[in-house]
């Protein structure tokens, strides 16, 4: 496993991600997402039930559930890139998501394709151009029943 880099030790801090998220992403501050643990393969994202993420079926809203499973994907992405020394640029390129059950708890996506991400942002380095990845991450309830599953399409493209 690579060192802790930037990104990693950032979300490895509740207090200094919160910050983070204030400044970059303030939906998932008030969300109040969480990352609950994140490595160079793996990241576990959560998002509460609570006022400001349901929806008048007292069940969290799918926006809400989006963000978390984005997040899951996208903070390896995002931790990725930082292993390396040539700048990338990341972005969505298409999204699918099915979904099981009610959400009716704090739900937890996991993403365990952190290598598939780290592949891309190389071969795109190596390649000079754009290449894309299809990630795939899960949402569980509290009783470990799948809520939720996404599957994120994202690019990576050297920045010149």
Known sequence: ????????????????????????????????????????????VSVPYKYLTKNPFRSVYFAALSM?????????????????SQPVSMLVLEMKAGFQKKARTKIVFKCEEG????????????TGEGQTVEIFTSGTDESGETVAEFSFTWTFKPKS
């Open 1 to 44: 496993m690579p060192p802790k880099n930037k990104i990693r030790k950032l979300a490895a801090s509740p207090g200094k991600m919160k910050l983070y998220f204030l400044k970059h992403l303030p939906m998932a501050f008030l969300a109040g997402l969480k990352i609950e643990e994140i490595d160079a393969g793996k990241a576990v």
């Open 68 to 84: 978390a499973a984005e997040l899951s994907s996208g903070i390896l992405a995002l931790a990725a890139i930082h292993d390396f």
């Open 115 to 126: 290598d598939k991400i780290s592949g891309a942002i190389a071969k795109s380095i190596e």
